[in-house]
């Protein structure tokens, strides 16, 4: 399990102060926290609504490589900002994302390629996200067909079948955990997976406790990689746990700790 952190998001009031002010010292003490608890990788998100986006990101990308090497996960939607980012990093990343529709496939996919990115690709498309287990995985195997067309190879996409709040969409955690393995089957080696965990509790009095249910649940389904806080220790102590069970990590009476 590759563990994004999800922390150094402008979604976050924090996080979205200290962007807007070039607050260097406090992004950077995020990322060596985030890391010291053990995040392997760093989604970095300038957050929405802001006509500086693109400046943003290379002020962001540049300021977190300062402190770690951990790879970057380029978070954003818009391709300028995207690319603004790509050209900021000094090693590979990983964008975050492409979703299927024809207008984000046509800029996202020769980024990727230019600049030997890995690419995440999420299930939705101009209509929306789709339903069903099934609508998602036809969704995938769509993105991953086009980006085939352009020799980007299935080892380099990340799928994400996306998670949405259980308050608002309840019938959704299922069939998330259905479209992990469903995608796993679209080709041989199976295809990586990734979620963004903490969408799952948007909304909700009891964060941390589905957080951690959704990834045991995720991780017993074969989930590769997830965007989540490494600083929640009780989120930890399960990711571990399920490591073992999954036998991902050699067991040990002191697996907490080792
Ligand atoms: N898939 C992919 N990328 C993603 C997501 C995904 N990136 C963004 C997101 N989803 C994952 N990251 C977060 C970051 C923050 C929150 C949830 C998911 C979050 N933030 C608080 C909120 O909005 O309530 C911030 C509140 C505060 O200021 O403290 O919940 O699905 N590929």
């Avoid at 948007?202 to 600083?231: C, H, V, W, Y």
Wanted: hydrophobic residues 45%.
């Amino acid at each position: 399990m590759l563990i994004i952190s999800e922390r150094i998001n402008g979604l976050f009031t924090s996080v979205g102060k200290a962007i807007d002010a070039r607050d260097s010292k406090f992004i950077q003490g995020l990322a060596v926290r985030q890391v010291e608890h053990g995040a392997q990788a760093l989604d970095v998100n300038v957050g929405p609504g802001r006509d500086d986006a693109p400046a943003a990101m290379d002020w962001l990308v540049r300021t977190v490589q300062d402190v770690v090497s951990e790879p970057l996960c380029i978070d954003t939607s818009g391709p300028k900002t995207m690319e603004a980012g790509l050209r900021a990093a000094r090693d590979k990343v990983i964008m975050n994302s492409t979703t299927a529709e024809e207008k984000k496939m046509e800029r996202f996919f020769p980024l990727c390629r230019e600049y030997d990115a890995e690419l995440i690709c999420l299930c939705m498309d101009e209509r929306g996200v789709p339903n069903s287990a099934d609508a998602r995985a036809e969704m995938a195997m769509l993105m991953m067909t086009r980006a085939m067309e352009l020799d980007i190879m299935p080892e380099r996409l990340l799928l994400d079948p996306l998670v949405l709040p259980v308050g608002a969409a309840q019938d959704q955690g299922r069939k998330v955990v259905q479209a992990v393995q469903a995608f796993q089957l679209l080709n041989e080696p199976a295809p990586r997976t990734v979620v963004g965990l903490s969408n799952v509790s948007n909304g909700t009095k009891q964060r941390s406790l589905l957080n951690r249910t959704f990834l045991a649940m995720l991780m017993g389904a074969g989930l590769s990689a997830a965007i989540m806080d490494p600083e929640d220790e009780e989120l930890m102590k399960v990711l571990k746990a399920g490591q073992v069970l999954m036998n991902e990590q050699l067991y040990c009476d002191d697996f907490l700790r080792a």
